[in-house]
């Protein structure tokens, strides 16, 4: 099976501190995959990594059977970040954050109510960020990260701040995208998340700078 992304003998550093070593995976195309992992187990360190942010000490990634740069990691995959990380309190509409990375990326061919219909969201085009619940406010993010029609969505910690009925919702969400052919990288702390998803799935552990396979028995 072809491999979206391919992860080789990377080691990665903070300075002289190692914290990803010797990381070698593989995600197909089409899978949905969970990367676990707990505060400072290097997470944030290799989805950088993945996404060019941080070069790594050795070892080399592929992305789509091509070696990785920022051409062709702009090309293939659309990030997620976390919600911790983006501004709400921003005074701007759902419309307008959406639009935003519409003209970044010179295109927007459903257009922005197009892009959140997906998600059954187009009542929410008016809303300003911070009157979003955490489950309306996920929608949007992976909405504009799918404006580019990447192949490869990554989500890192997606299910912060979620309840229970939010976080069934996005697991069907991302189901759904996963069977219009995209292929999903979840990066999360939380094992009660990955007890809920579904046996196909992929699921790696990172633990002490290493990442293996993680038998669903947690």
């Known amino acids: 099976m072809s491999k979206a ?19 070698n995976f593989s ?9 676990l992992g707990g505060n400072g187990s290097g997470k944030s360190t290799l989805i950088k990594t993945i996404l060019g942010l941080i ?9 789509m059977g091509q070696p990785s740069t920022q051409k062709i990691i702009s090309k293939y995959i659309g990030y997620v970040p976390q919600t911790t990380f983006v501004e709400r309190d921003f005074p701007i509409t759902v419309e307008e954050i959406i639009q935003l990375e519409c003209n970044l ?15 059954d969201s187009e009542h929410l085009l008016k809303r300003k960020l911070s009157n979003l619940s955490g ?14 029609k990447p192949d490869i969505l990554i989500m890192d910690e997606p ?10 919702d996005l697991i069907t969400l991302l189901d759904k995208i996963n069977k219009q052919g ?31 396979i993680l038998k669903k028995t947690i």
């Open 159 to 168: 299910t912060n701040n979620l309840d229970q009925e939010a976080l069934e």
């Open 5 to 23: 992304i391919e992860v080789k003998n990377v080691n990665a550093t903070y300075g002289k501190l190692p914290v990803l070593h010797d990381i």
């Open 55 to 63: 070069k790594p000490k050795s070892g080399s990634i592929e992305i």
């Open 182 to 212: 995209k292929t999903i990288i979840i990066v999360t702390h939380d094992e009660t998340v990955v007890r809920q998803v579904d046996a196909d799935v992929k699921i790696f552990e990172l633990k002490n700078s290493y990442l293996n």
């Open 135 to 148: 489950g309306e406010f996920q929608k949007v993010l992976i909405a504009r990260a799918l404006v580019t």
């Open 27 to 35: 995600v197909n195309k089409g899978d949905i995959v969970y990367i």
């Open 105 to 119: 990326a010179r295109q927007c061919d459903l257009g922005v109510s197009g892009h959140l219909s997906t998600f």
